[in-house]
């Protein structure tokens, strides 16, 4: 077989297995394991913080490491601390906050980032934010992520996050 058929055929053939493993014949036996849940179910959902206006934007050209934003509100009566937001996407991902330090700006780690009762923390570009390490696939701008925001109490908070590019809404005016 030519190289190039072979190729086309191992694509095809690729393609075949993994249509069929993403939309399970409907006929098939009874015995059929269901495809597991993600673990949504055994979350201990956090009622007492809420995300919105989460995003994610596609990665530099040649890089593959991002940043999520969002605003966390903490709607309780006590301090609620973030410790970590994980994406599916993304290998490792950390909290950041910016710091000027000697007029520039720099990037530090954050282990926690409280939330003040019945207030509200943005994570947006230049203040706190997720950085997301060693993406293993490219993202696209519309595509929807889950992030999974974990609690100091074991918590937890799925929330979506829209694909942005910087270049989604440049207007130019001249
Ligand atoms: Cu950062």
């Known amino acids: 077989m030519p190289k190039i058929m072979q190729c086309v055929f191992i694509v095809l053939l690729f393609s075949v297995m993994s249509a069929h493993?993403?939309?399970?014949?409907?006929?098939?036996?009874?015995d059929t394991v269901p495809k597991a849940e993600p673990?949504?179910?055994?979350?201990?959902?956090?009622?007492?913080?809420?995300?919105?206006?989460?995003?994610?934007?596609?990665?530099?050209?040649g890089t593959r490491h991002t940043?999520?934003?969002?605003?966390?509100?903490?709607?309780?009566?006590?301090?609620?601390?973030l410790v970590s937001v994980a994406v599916d996407v993304a290998q490792r991902t950390e909290l950041h906050s910016h710091t000027t330090k000697d007029g520039m700006m720099q990037m530090r780690r954050e282990e926690t980032v409280l939330i003040p009762p019945r207030s509200s923390v943005a994570f947006e570009s230049g203040s706190y934010h997720v950085m997301l390490f060693d993406l293993?696939?490219?993202?696209?701008?519309?595509?929807?992520?889950?992030?999974?925001?974990?609690?100091?109490?074991?918590?937890q908070l799925v929330a979506t996050a829209q694909v942005k590019s910087i270049f989604d809404k440049t207007h130019h005016h001249h």
């Not at 493993?21 to 009874?30: F, G, I, K, V």
């Not at 673990?39 to 596609?58: D, F, L, R």
């Open 67 to 81: 940043a999520a934003y969002f605003t966390l509100r903490n709607l309780s009566d006590k301090p609620v601390s």
């Open 21 to 30: 493993a993403d939309q399970p014949d409907s006929a098939a036996p009874a």
């Open 136 to 155: 293993q696939r490219s993202i696209q701008s519309g595509e929807e992520l889950q992030l999974l925001l974990t609690f100091a109490d074991g918590k």
């Open 39 to 61: 673990a949504k179910e055994s979350i201990k959902v956090a009622t007492q913080a809420s995300v919105s206006g989460a995003y994610i934007n596609v990665p530099v050209p």
